[in-house]
C-alpha cells in the first residue's frame, strides 16, 4: 500500500514512513493510494469478533504487509489492554433506536485513546526495528496532550515534550498530563495561549537543527494517517453489534478536526452499509457553515464549553476535499491557497456530493447543557457536553426512525465538571477509580517563556532515551 499527497506534488510514502511523517513536503496530508474494501460477507463473517480480532481485521490491509500479521495482532493487543471495559467500546441506549458509543474506557477518558495507545506501541516498533529514536512533539488545549502522553509513556526510543497553555487547561486535563513521572514524558507549560503553543510546534517543525543528528520531531496530531485508521475499526463494531451489516446505521459524531467523522466516512467507503453522517459542531461552526452554506471562511475562535472542539480551521478537511475533487492535488492546492487567505468556495459537484455523504448541525452552549440535562431527566444518563452536542445533532438532522443511531461519546463526563455543574448536577461527576486519586499525585511540568531559544534548549538539554 502506497500512501501519496493530497497536493500530489510529494513523494509516495510506505506504510512505516507515513506513521513517522506528519504534514507532506508540498503542505499536504497522506491518504491511500487505494482504500481497502470489503463485501457484505466478509463484513457479516466478523460477527461476534472481539475489538481486538475485529482491529486486526480493518486495519491489516492499509499496513499491507509491512509488519508481519502476528507482530500486528500483538500491538493491537497491547494498545486496548490499558481500557477498562472489557466491552472496549460498549454501546447504551439512550432512546427508540438511539445509542451511545462509549468511547472513553481508556486511560485518559477521551476517544483520542483508540489511536495513541495503538500509535505509540507501533511508533516504538517501528522505531525498534530500524534501531532509530525520535522526538514526538505535540500542543495541546486538553485530550490529545494527555493521551499521547499516556500512548507513549513506556515507549523506549520516544522523548515526549507537550506544551500547554500555562494556567489556561483545566486541572483535571493538566493533572492527567503533568503526574505521568517517566523520564521521557515532558510537560512543557508555556507562558502563552494555545495559539502560541502551536506555533512553537510548528516552527519547531520547521527547524529542527536544534535536535541532536540524527533525531527527528514525530507529530501524533490526527493528520498522522495512523491515528485515523484505528479509528475506522469502532464504526465496524458498533455496526455488527447492531445487526450491521444486513441494516444500515447512522453515526452522529461531535467534531473539531474532522479526524474522527473522517474515519466515519472511510469505513463508508470500505463497504460499511452507514445511512447518515452527523457533522455535530459547536459555536465554531466551520463545518456546518461549509456544508450547510459553502461558506468555509475562518472566524474568530470562540471559547466554548466543549474545549475539546475549539477549533477554527479542521485540518482533516483537506483529507475529505481531496475525494470531493476526484483527487486531483492541483485543485486541492489551489482551495487552500484560496482558504489562506480567508475563505475557500467548493465548486456546485464537491458541494452536492459533500451533502449526500453529511448532515450537519451546530449547537451553542446553552443549547447542549438542556441536552445535558434533558437526557439526564429522562435516562439518568450523563452526557459530556462533547457528547451532548452529537446527540442533539442527530436528533435534529434524523431522518429515518427504524435505522439504528449511534451517538459518538468522545469524552468521560468527569472531565469536564464545569459543563456538567452548570447543567444543573449538584456533584461533580466521579472520575472512575483507577483515577480517583489523581488530585493527590505529583506533579512535574517546567514553565518556560514563549521564546523559542529557550524551550529548544529545555529540549535538547532533556532527552532521556
Ligand atoms: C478531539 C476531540 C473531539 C474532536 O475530534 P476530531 O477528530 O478533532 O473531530 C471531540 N470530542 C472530544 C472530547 C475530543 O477530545
Known amino acids: ?140 488545549s486538553g485530550d490529545t496532550g494527555s493521551a499521547a502522553i499516556e500512548g507513549c509513556r513506556r515507549c523506549e526510543n520516544i522523548d515526549i515534550f507537550i506544551l500547554h497553555p500555562h494556567n489556561r487547561v483545566s486541572n483535571v486535563q493538566r493533572r492527567q498530563m503533568t503526574t505521568v513521572l517517566e523520564d521521557n514524558v515532558h510537560n512543557i507549560a508555556l507562558d502563552g495561549n494555545f495559539d502560541d503553543c502551536q506555533n512553537m510546534v510548528k516552527a519547531s517543525f520547521a527547524d529542527q537543527s536544534f535536535l541532536p543528528e540524527g533525531r527527528q520531531l514525530v507529530a501524533v496530531n490526527s493528520i498522522n494517517w495512523a491515528r485515523i485508521m484505528a479509528q475506522i475499526v469502532y464504526y465496524f463494531y458498533a455496526s455488527l453489534a447492531l445487526g450491521g451489516p444486513h441494516r444500515p446505521v447512522s453515526f ?130 450523563l452526557l459530556d457536553p462533547h457528547t451532548a452536542i452529537g446527540v442533539d445533532a442527530a436528533r435534529a438532522t434524523r431522518k429515518n426512525q427504524d435505522v439504528p443511531m449511534v451517538c459518538l461519546a468522545t469524552a468521560h463526563p468527569a472531565k469536564f465538571p464545569e459543563a456538567v455543574q452548570k447543567a444543573g448536577q449538584e456533584e461533580d461527576p466521579k472520575l472512575p477509580h483507577h483515577m480517583a486519586d489523581l488530585f493527590d499525585r505529583e506533579e512535574r511540568y517546567e514553565v518556560l517563556p514563549n521564546d523559542a531559544t529557550t524551550v529548544h534548549e529545555f529540549m535538547r538539554s532533556h532527552l532521556a532515551c
Do not use: C
Not at 317 to 336: C, H, Q, S, V
Not at 347 to 354: H, M, N, S, Y
Open 252 to 381: 452522529s459524531v461531535p467534531t473539531g478536526n474532522f479526524g474522527d467523522i473522517f474515519a466515519g466516512y472511510l469505513a463508508k467507503r470500505m463497504g460499511l452499509p452507514i445511512d447518515q453522517l452527523v457533522i455535530a459542531t459547536n459555536s465554531n461552526d466551520i463545518l456546518h457553515r461549509a456544508i450547510s452554506n459553502n461558506d468555509h471562511s475562518k472566524q474568530e475562535l470562540q471559547h466554548t464549553l466543549s474545549p475539546s472542539m475549539d477549533i477554527m480551521v479542521s485540518s482533516n478537511f483537506e483529507r475529505m476535499l481531496f475525494d470531493l475533487y476526484d483527487r486531483d492535488g492541483a485543485a486541492i492546492a489551489k482551495l487552500m491557497e484560496d482558504f489562506k487567505s480567508g475563505a475557500m468556495h467548493l465548486d456546485d459537484k464537491a458541494l452536492a456530493q459533500a451533502r449526500s455523504l453529511f448532515a450537519s448541525h451546530k449547537v451553542d452552549d446553552d443549547r447542549m447543557l438542556e441536552v445535558i440535562r434533558e437526557v439526564f431527566e429522562n435516562t439518568e444518563y
Open 1 to 140: 500500500m502506497k500512501y501519496i499527497s493530497t497536493r500530489g506534488q510529494a513523494p509516495s510514502l510506505s506504510f512505516e514512513e507515513v506513521v513517522l511523517t506528519g504534514l507532506a513536503s508540498d503542505g499536504g496530508l497522506y491518504v491511500p493510494e487505494k482504500l481497502p474494501e470489503f463485501s457484505r460477507e466478509e463484513i457479516a463473517s466478523w460477527a461476534g469478533l472481539s475489538y481486538q480480532e475485529l482491529a486486526f481485521k480493518v486495519m491489516a490491509p492499509f499496513v499491507d504487509g509491512e509488519i508481519p500479521d502476528d507482530d500486528l495482532r500483538g500491538l493491537i493487543d497491547k494498545a486496548y489492554q490499558s481500557f477498562r471495559h472489557q466491552g472496549i467500546a460498549p454501546l447504551v441506549q439512550t432512546g427508540h433506536n438511539e445509542w451511545i458509543l462509549e468511547l472513553f474506557q481508556g486511560p485518559t477518558l477521551a476517544f483520542k485513546d483508540f489511536a495513541l495507545q495503538f500509535l505509540g506501541h507501533l511508533l516504538d516498533y517501528i522505531l525498534k526495528k530500524r534501531d532509530q529514536k525520535v522526538v514526538v512533539m505535540g500542543a495541546t
